[in-house]
Nanobody, 124 residues
Framework: QVQLVESGGGSVQAGGSLRLSCAASDYSISNGCMAWFRQAPGKEREGVAA???????MYAVSVKDRFTISRDNAKNTLYLQMNSLKPEDTAMYYC??????????????????WGQGTQVSVSS
């Protein structure tokens, strides 16, 4: 069965950087469409960055030019490089994968597989 395991979260000061990883099993990230979502306390889960099987990427306006989504096909691992972090980036970050890919989407219902999440906390 498909498993997604995130790692790399932690606590940093504003302006710092973190790199999140999502190791996939029983799912080929090179052939799939994946994304990073986040959920802050009391808020809805929102899409942060997405990548299609062909390598095209999309970002939420709030993280564009600060975050980079990438993947290592050999390691079957998805990454999210987060730079210039802000306190408002504090959230639980989730890796998600789609079973069917028909273009970019940040709709939760388009993603069949989810990781357990990794916490990112940014202090001012």
């Amino acid at each position: 069965q498909v498993q997604l395991v995130e790692s790399g979260g932690g606590s940093v000061q504003a302006g710092g950087s973190l790199r999140l990883s999502c190791a996939a099993s029983d799912y080929s990230i090179s052939n799939g469409c994946m994304a990073w979502f986040r959920q802050a306390p009391g808020k809805e889960r929102e899409g942060v960055a997405a990548i299609l099987s062909g390598g095209s990427t999309m970002y939420a306006v709030s993280v564009k030019d600060r975050f980079t989504i990438s993947r290592d096909n050999a390691k079957n691992t998805l990454y999210l490089q987060m730079n210039s972090l802000k306190p408002e980036d504090t959230a639980m970050y989730y890796c998600a994968a789609r079973k069917i890919c028909l273009g970019f989407s940040f709709q939760l219902y388009d993603y069949k597989y989810w990781g357990q999440g990794t916490q990112v906390s940014v202090s001012s």
